[in-house]
């Protein structure tokens, strides 16, 4: 059972252009939550997906950002116009179909750099 | 908020010795999480622990939960070099868990 895939590992783009980061969960997992993580901080999150439905987005900025887990395919996290302060690593974490909070698997993160 | 902070920022051991890192939060939890994160990778789940359970172990981790005082912490005995890596507390008032910044742990050989 592959775990929580992510890609690309790592991303460049300059100002003004648009990031698309992508995850595919873990096999069964049909709840995904996206969390960015600036150098020598925590992990802060952004949004949390089911199949075809946004369940919360209180961490995603309000303009550029915008997140999407389709019936079929992985999620994507894309920033639009991105500048530099979108630096960072972005994280994916997927978890089972369960009623309450449970364990998140982590993928490996995409590092995206705004030059 | 019901953010995590983690106690020491960072830590440095030698190798053998137990590393001590507590994690303190602001309000009430259903459970708390601590993670594992090497440089340059994803988190790595460790332990999770019940709002109704006071002590936790799994191989050399041994995680305490106090809820009156807002505070759990993760003792790594017997420390190794492979331990050298960032360590996370999360928690989880409602549904979505919230990191700490995490400490900073080194393991000299």
């Known amino acids: 059972n592959a775990g929580v895939m992510q890609n690309p590992r790592h991303l460049v783009r300059r100002r003004g252009q648009e990031a698309r980061l992508r995850c595919s969960p873990m096999k069964g997992h049909s709840h995904v939550y996206w969390y960015r993580q600036l150098p020598e901080e925590g992990l802060k999150f952004m949004v949390y997906l089911q199949k075809e439905n946004i369940i919360d987005e209180s961490g995603m900025p309000k303009e550029r950002f915008s997140a999407e887990f389709p019936k079929e395919g992985p999620s994507i996290l894309r920033i639009q116009q991105v500048v530099r302060g979108d630096s960072a690593a972005y994280f994916c974490?997927?978890?089972?179909?369960?009623?309450?909070?449970?364990?998140?698997?982590f993928g490996p993160g995409t590092r995206l750099t705004v030059l | 908020s019901q953010q995590g902070e983690e106690d020491p920022q960072a830590l440095s051991i030698q190798e053998g010795e137990n590393a001590t890192m507590n994690c303190s939060y602001k309000?009430?939890?259903?459970?708390l999480q601590w993670y594992r994160q090497n440089s340059g990778r994803g988190l790595v789940h460790l332990i999770l622990?019940?709002?109704?359970?006071r002590e936790k172990h799994s191989g050399r981790l041994r995680v305490t939960l106090d809820t009156s005082k807002k505070s759990s912490s993760l003792l790594i005995t017997a420390s190794r070099a492979a331990d050298t890596a960032s360590y996370f507390c999360?928690?989880?008032?409602?549904?979505?868990?919230?990191f700490g910044r995490g400490t900073s742990l080194i393991v000299h050989p």
């Open positions: 622990i019940r709002s109704n359970e």
């Open positions: 309000t009430s939890i259903n459970n």
């Open positions: 974490a997927s978890s089972p179909p369960q009623g309450s909070y449970n364990e998140q698997f």
């Open positions: 999360a928690t989880d008032g409602s549904y979505i868990p919230t």
